[in-house]
């Protein structure tokens, strides 16, 4: 048995320099084509990729529509702002890249082996079997990317964006196929697997919304204040240092509710993604120093009465 065994592995020897010689070099120089070929078609395709990712982050329709405030919102709704788009691109740049070069190098080495006298059906029926139980066995992965793909095609949303996913409510920091960073108001980095975002909303895309209740007593001239209120909000409007955060004038919505001795105003601006914080104190501030100047009173708080049935209220939406 054994030198049964020793022979037949010095008769396969004895056919590998004559399937070198009769197979490999005469296909060796159809085989240096296609490898050839399949280098300068990854060339081409992988450049004309790139022209066409960098002629997209070099468009200057983002600039001209974030020219004046009008525009401002379409290009930010629209994903068309030039740092927003440029995240996006050079993302789904990288994976067409890497799946150009799969693509045409996996078609060149089917290609090298029909040239080398394989068959090949047994091969790519194996190769099925596999994709199919590697598609079992990573579901969640792929679920990942292909949300992540389809993120990214959509502008669902991008960094710095303030979004809710429901588990997590952040700034996003940063954005891949598989996964999304968020940063909450405490510091706390969440990592949220992009498979696993049901819903998502965005508070940054497109505006935001700025909301300031501004108490005033109940005893005061109501048309008064809100006139005075409204002379601030159009400075502030006016305020070069705003042009380039608020997005339309604000506007005094009116009385929102009535709560014992306090009357509540309600003012609302429109404002650049995520500078509404920002907004909303300047309007406290400068209304405060505005009611001052004009003597409107603030609200004064009674301590209850023993007995006395509480202070009713009395809201409203606007």
Request: proline share 3%; net charge neutral.
């Amino acid at each position: 048995m054994h030198s049964q065994l020793i022979a037949l592995t010095a008769a396969e020897a004895q056919k590998l320099p004559d399937w070198l010689s009769q197979t490999v070099l005469p296909s060796a120089g159809r085989i240096l084509g296609i490898l050839l070929v399949a280098t300068i078609v990854r060339f081409v395709l992988l450049r004309v990729l790139r022209r066409v990712i960098n002629g997209t982050v070099k468009s200057t329709v983002g600039e001209k529509l974030a020219e004046n405030r009008a525009t401002r919102v379409l290009a930010s709704a629209t994903g068309a702002l030039n740092e927003r788009r440029r995240q996006r691109t050079e993302t789904l740049g990288s994976v067409l890249s890497s799946i150009i070069t799969g693509v045409v190098y996996g078609i060149a080495l089917l290609m090298i082996l029909s040239e080398l006298g394989f068959n090949l059906a047994p091969v790519l029926a194996s190769a099925g079997v596999a994709g199919v139980a590697l598609g079992f066995g990573a579901q969640s992965l792929v679920k990942d990317f292909l949300s992540g793909i389809f993120m990214l095609l959509e502008d669902q949303y991008g960094v710095g964006d303030l979004i809710d996913t429901g588990e997590a409510v952040g700034t996003v920091e940063e954005v891949t196929l598989r996964i999304t960073k968020l940063r909450d108001g405490s510091g706390v980095a969440w990592y949220v697997r992009n498979g696993e975002i049901v819903r998502v909303a965005n508070k940054s895309q497109g505006w935001s919304t700025a909301i300031v209740d501004i108490p005033v007593a109940y005893t005061e001239d109501i048309e008064r204040a809100s006139s005075l209120i409204a002379e601030v909000v159009h400075a502030l409007y006016l305020d070069e240092a705003f042009s380039g955060v608020l997005l339309d004038e604000p506007t005094v919505a009116g009385v929102e509710q009535i709560t014992g001795s306090t009357v509540t105003v309600r003012v609302i601006a429109k404002t650049e993604p995520n500078e509404q914080w920002g907004v909303q104190r300047a309007i406290r501030e400068r209304v405060k120093v505005a009611f001052d100047a004009a003597g409107v009173q603030a609200p004064v708080v009674y301590p209850p009465v023993p007995g006395a049935p509480s202070s009713g209220t009395i809201t409203g939406t606007v």
